[in-house]
């Protein structure tokens, strides 16, 4: 069965310092995405990318960096880290096979930054 | 660009209640549109997925339809059960979005089913 994990589930972090968030998935996907949730702003997208060595900018890329080494993992990276990216944060993996646009989503990672 | 608005934060219902969720966008073009469901403790996954104005999804029991002139998209079940207590997400795949596969969300429906 398709599958995506993220590293680790839980996370806590000090202002100013480095944290990285990181994504696998064998679906064999060629999209992957990384989304923030925020009560009152549902999900937003921060990166993503088409697949191997590519990373685009999404809705809210402002504060982050994002690497994909290869196409079963894709990281998020917080060079300095703030209060402000206090979130849930989620990977996904997705693909156009026939007429389906399904995103299959990750647990989670719950980042709060002190 | 694109854009999705839900306006519903909160819904509370009693077992065997009427669900309704409407959810409007924006986009150019023809877009596909998505209900997502988010169970406690897990990420979003698809429930329903709806391609062509008038037509109906379905699945486990919820129906989902849009309306090209109204560009209004909505989710409803006849029945509610204790265990659809979760959070619904409408989104979209717009025009503006499509390179990418990149979707639109709404910013979410809490619904809470009472026994």
């Known amino acids: 069965e398709a599958a995506v994990t993220q590293s680790p589930r839980n996370k806590v972090a000090v202002t100013g310092g480095k944290v990285t968030l990181s994504c696998n998935q064998t679906?064999?996907?060629?999209?992957m995405y990384w989304y923030r949730q925020d009560t009152g702003h549902g999900l937003r997208l921060i990166h993503y990318?088409?697949?191997?060595?590519?990373?685009e900018k999404g809705d809210i890329p402002d504060g982050y960096k994002a690497s994909r080494p290869s196409q079963e993992n894709f990281s998020l990276i917080l060079e300095l880290a703030t209060p402000s990216q206090t979130s849930v944060y989620f990977c996904?993996?997705?693909?156009?096979?026939?007429?389906?646009?399904?995103?299959?989503f990750g647990p989670g990672t719950r980042l709060t930054v002190l | 660009g694109d854009s999705v608005i839900q306006m519903q934060g909160q819904v509370t219902l009693s077992e065997n209640d009427f669900l309704f969720i409407n959810c409007t966008y924006s986009?150019?073009?023809?877009?596909?549109l998505f209900w997502y469901v988010q169970y406690s403790g897990e990420g979003p996954q698809l429930l329903l997925q709806?391609?062509?104005?008038?037509n109906k999804g379905s699945s486990r029991g919820f129906e989902a339809t849009y309306d090209k002139g109204t560009t209004s998209f909505h989710l409803q079940k006849t029945s509610v059960q204790e265990i659809d207590s979760a959070v619904y997400y409408c989104?979209?795949?717009?025009?503006?979005?499509?390179?990418?596969?990149?979707?639109?969300f709404g910013i979410g429906t809490r619904v809470l089913v009472r026994p």
């Open positions: 986009t150019t073009g023809y877009p596909t």
């Open positions: 679906n064999n996907h060629n999209n």
């Open positions: 996904a993996s997705g693909d156009i096979p026939g007429s389906s646009y399904e995103q299959y």
């Open positions: 990318s088409y697949g191997a060595g590519s990373t």
């Open positions: 989104a979209m795949r717009g025009k503006a979005n499509s390179a990418g596969n990149k979707l639109t």
């Open positions: 709806v391609t062509t104005a008038n």
